[in-house]
């Protein structure tokens, strides 16, 4: 044996009277006899050379002997350590034979030890099983393939940023965003694609709207007065400011406010 249990409150309360000497050999001569599974040699010299002792350790040996261990023809031996031996070998075969028959016997079988069945222990007992039950999962349909306009690589990242999210992507989650979208006078792609960037789970009209405030606020003066140059001269000619590509004959305003 390789192991075996040591209770340290038993082994104190029968070896107050030890020497220290005496307890290295008293544990000496107990690891001796588990590991070989033999009595301990009535030959005390043969003993002595074994654990290392001195002669001055002689006396040492021979009171450890006489107060832990029965003399018996074959040797020094403890009872408690040939039961427990023994009853190692017994387990060592009832494993052995399980082996043979393929382990040990899952929990829904009988033992057969021959120990009562688990349902007769405790009648009280039902067994849990559900393999009579289908396995179905609550899964809400998502949309495979990208909304009209949408191209496939931004639907790809709003896709996988969803999940990330630990949210679902349904055709009700895409028309709430496009109804969003609307109100921002956003396309629904610029929409998805701004969800991604923030790392929102959703998007708002009302939360592109306040990044265009704060965007305006960031317009130099010359360029808030051309804006005010613009709209006041669509509101007094009712026409659309020019693009580059057009031309006009600009006309002071002040000249026109006078008419």
Not at 106 to 122: A, C, H, L, M, R
Not at 140 to 166: I, L, M, N, Y
Not at 226 to 244: C, F, V
Request: charged letters at 30%; aromatic letters at 8%; glycine letters at 6%.
């Amino acid at each position: 044996m390789h192991y075996y249990k040591f209770n340290i409150a038993d082994y104190r309360k029968d070896t107050g009277h030890l020497t220290t000497i005496e307890h290295g050999i008293y544990r000496q001569l107990i690891d001796w006899q588990y590991l070989d599974e033999q009595p301990i040699p009535l030959e005390t010299q043969v003993v002595m050379r074994r654990l290392r002792l001195g002669s001055e350790h002689e006396t040492s040996l021979l009171n450890v002997l006489s107060d832990f261990f029965a003399k018996g023809d074959e040797g020094y031996s403890q009872t408690r350590i040939k039961f427990e031996i023994n009853e190692y070998h017994e387990n060592a075969k009832k494993n052995k034979k399980n082996g043979k028959l393929g382990g040990r016997p899952k929990k829904t079988q009988s033992v057969i030890s021959g120990n009562p069945d688990e349902s007769q222990n405790n009648p009280n007992h039902k067994p849990i099983t559900t393999n009579h039950k289908p396995l179905t999962k609550d899964k809400t349909p998502t949309c495979v393939a990208p909304p009209d306009g949408v191209s496939q690589s931004v639907w790809d990242e709003f896709v996988a940023h969803r999940k990330r999210q630990k949210e679902t992507v349904s055709k009700l989650v895409v028309a709430g965003i496009q109804k969003e979208a609307d109100k921002a006078g956003w396309t629904l792609e610029d929409a998805l694609s701004e969800t991604v960037i923030r790392g929102w789970k959703s998007f708002k009209a009302i939360w592109v709207a306040k990044k265009s405030s704060s965007q305006a606020q960031t317009l130099s003066f010359a360029e808030r007065d051309q804006l005010a140059k613009q709209k006041r001269w669509e509101e007094m000619t009712g026409r659309q400011w020019p693009t580059e590509s057009q031309s006009f004959i600009d006309v002071d305003t002040s000249v026109l406010e006078l008419k």
